[in-house]
Each structure stands twice: as C-alpha cells, then as structure tokens.
C-alpha cells in the first residue's frame, strides 16, 4: 500500500514538473558559468535569468551567481533582487556577503539587503519543514558524531553507548532505513523543502549509502529527483563515482583511474554530459588525471 501511494506521489511530482524544464535550467546555467569564465558578464546574466523563467523553484547558489553577475554589471537593484531570492531559498543570511565591489558595499542597495536579513529568514522559516529539518540533524549527528567521531558536530542528543553495535558503520544501514522512510512522508529534502544546510546534511547522508553494492535499487529513484529539480546533478557526482570504480570497477564521471586516452575522454564527456554537468572542457586535468579542477 505505501509503495502504491508512494508510486502515484512521485507521478504527479513529474506530471507537475512537465512544464519546468530543469534540463535546459541545468544547460543554461551551466552555459552562464562558462561565459562568466570568458568575461562575459552581461550575455551571463541574460542566460542565467532565462534559466530562472524555465521553473519554479531555483538553486540558492545560481541566485548567487546571478547577484554577483549583477553586481559586476553595476545592476544594483537586481543584485538586490537575487541577493534576497538567494536567502529566502537557503535559510543562510550570509549568503549574500562579499568583498567585491567596494561600491556595492559603500551603497544604500547593501545597507537595504543587509537590514532586511532577519526578515528574509523568517520567510524561510515559516516555510520550511521544521520537523523534517530536525529529523536530518539527528540522523546526521549519528553519521557524523557516532558512526565517524567527527568532534565538531554538535548536537544535544543523548546516545546509550551500550546500544550501539560494535561496528558502529553498521549504524549506516540503519540510518539509511530512517532517511529513506523519512523521504517517502515528507519528500525529498530539497531546498525548498528544507533549506541548504538541511540538503547538504541529506546529501552527505546518501552519499555514504548508494555508492555501495546493494543499494542499486534506489539508484533510478534519485536520479529522477535530479529532473525534477530537487537534488543538484553536482551532489550526485562523489557516491555515483565511488559506485563505478568500486562496484563496477571503472569511472564514470572522472579520470580517476588516470586514463586520460582521447577515447576514454570522450566517453566521460558524455556521461557528465547526460547527468546535466559541465562537459571536460571546463576541467583542467593534471598529475595524469588524478587531478580534475574546474575552471568556470
């Protein structure tokens, strides 16, 4: 019965997501990334708010772009514009801080944005899943905490320490279980649904889990989420890598296994290419491969 519900949920979310084009979102932000790199800063900003028209919902970080783009361009008020769309979808009142631009920071468009933080937050917190946030937070600080003795993870939490297996990576499965229940009720913790610092602890939770043998099943699942605007094709990058090379024995995404061959090239090309991320021409490649720097 929950797998019924779940299948008709997920059918409607792409039914809803037909008329948002996030493949060409993906390509057009990209394409901005590139023409940024060139100095192209107007024709940059053009194509990333041609992107932004194509959905409903955009990433903080391209909001931040945009707000940098704008303030380079001198285009103050739409900084301003993207600076607060940058807060309102994150939750991070940071966001928008920067050294460029001495005469941004000098002007009343700054003074406004920053005098308005407190209130851009609030929207965010009356729409975010809350309990959804802290269900993350707590799952996270067992990752992190317990499982891989990260002491700068805090967290007010008490754990029976005479509970816990004595393999404490056991506690990954565990967790698993509990996040994916977690995204059937509430849906996927996207941005939207609960904020940046939320994604990224939910991120770095699936991470630790589909990059191993076993979990394929859900592969497709998460996938779709990148189409439907959810999960960022870049946060997919680390666990399906780590599957390719330590499950299927052979890379994917990277030229990790230093086989830098025109072919081999190529073919990497294609596979961030139909993931929706930037193709090898906007990597610098060194120490025969095993360094992979982005330049735009």
């Given at each position: 019965?929950?797998?019924?519900i779940?299948l008709i949920?997920?059918?409607?979310?792409?039914?809803?997501s037909?008329?948002?084009?996030?493949q060409?979102?993906?390509k057009?932000?990209n394409s901005?990334?590139s023409?940024?790199?060139?100095?192209?800063?107007?024709?940059?900003?053009?194509?990333?708010?041609?992107a932004f028209?194509a959905v409903?919902v955009?990433?903080?970080?391209n909001?931040i772009?945009?707000?940098?783009l704008?303030i380079k361009?001198?285009?103050?008020?739409?900084?301003v514009?993207?600076?607060?769309?940058?807060?309102?979808i994150?939750g991070n009142?940071?966001?928008i801080?920067?050294?460029?631009?001495k005469?941004?920071?000098?002007s009343?468009?700054?003074s406004?944005?920053?005098?308005?933080?407190?209130?851009?937050?609030?929207?965010f917190?009356?729409?975010?899943?809350?309990t959804?946030?802290?269900?993350?937070?707590?799952?996270?600080?067992i990752d992190?905490r317990?499982?891989?003795?990260?002491r700068?993870?805090?967290g007010?939490?008490?754990i029976?320490?005479d509970?816990l297996?004595?393999?404490r990576f056991?506690?990954?499965?565990?967790n698993?279980?509990?996040f994916?229940?977690?995204v059937q009720?509430y849906?996927?913790?996207?941005?939207?649904?609960?904020?940046?610092?939320?994604y990224r602890k939910?991120c770095?939770?699936?991470i630790?889990?589909?990059?191993?043998?076993?979990?394929e099943?859900?592969?497709?699942?998460?996938?779709?989420?990148?189409?439907?605007?959810?999960?960022?094709?870049t946060n997919?990058v680390?666990w399906?890598?780590?599957?390719?090379m330590?499950?299927?024995?052979?890379?994917?995404?990277?030229?990790?296994?230093?086989?830098?061959?025109?072919e081999n090239?190529?073919?990497?090309?294609?596979?961030?290419r139909?993931f929706?991320?930037?193709?090898?021409?906007?990597?610098e490649?060194?120490r025969?491969?095993l360094?992979m720097?982005?330049k735009?």
């Amino acid at each position: 019965m929950m797998k019924t519900i779940f299948l008709i949920t997920f059918l409607l979310l792409a039914i809803n997501s037909v008329g948002q084009n996030y493949q060409n979102y993906y390509k057009l932000c990209n394409s901005s990334d590139s023409l940024a790199y060139l100095g192209l800063y107007k024709q940059a900003l053009d194509t990333l708010e041609t992107a932004f028209e194509a959905v409903d919902v955009v990433h903080s970080r391209n909001y931040i772009d945009a707000y940098h783009l704008a303030i380079k361009l001198k285009q103050y008020d739409k900084a301003v514009k993207y600076g607060k769309k940058a807060i309102i979808i994150s939750g991070n009142k940071n966001i928008i801080r920067t050294k460029s631009s001495k005469d941004f920071r000098k002007s009343i468009y700054y003074s406004s944005i920053i005098d308005s933080c407190d209130y851009f937050v609030q929207i965010f917190n009356d729409r975010v899943n809350h309990t959804f946030q802290d269900k993350i937070d707590s799952l996270y600080y067992i990752d992190q905490r317990i499982v891989r003795k990260n002491r700068s993870v805090r967290g007010n939490y008490n754990i029976n320490k005479d509970e816990l297996p004595i393999n404490r990576f056991d506690l990954d499965s565990s967790n698993w279980s509990v996040f994916h229940r977690l995204v059937q009720e509430y849906g996927f913790p996207s941005e939207e649904n609960v904020g940046y610092e939320s994604y990224r602890k939910a991120c770095i939770l699936i991470i630790h889990n589909l990059r191993i043998s076993g979990y394929e099943k859900y592969h497709d699942e998460y996938f779709n989420y990148i189409t439907l605007g959810y999960y960022l094709p870049t946060n997919v990058v680390l666990w399906y890598e780590q599957y390719n090379m330590n499950v299927l024995g052979q890379t994917f995404f990277t030229t990790w296994d230093k086989n830098i061959s025109e072919e081999n090239i190529q073919r990497i090309d294609s596979n961030r290419r139909k993931f929706n991320l930037k193709g090898m021409n906007s990597i610098e490649l060194s120490r025969d491969g095993l360094s992979m720097v982005s330049k735009w």
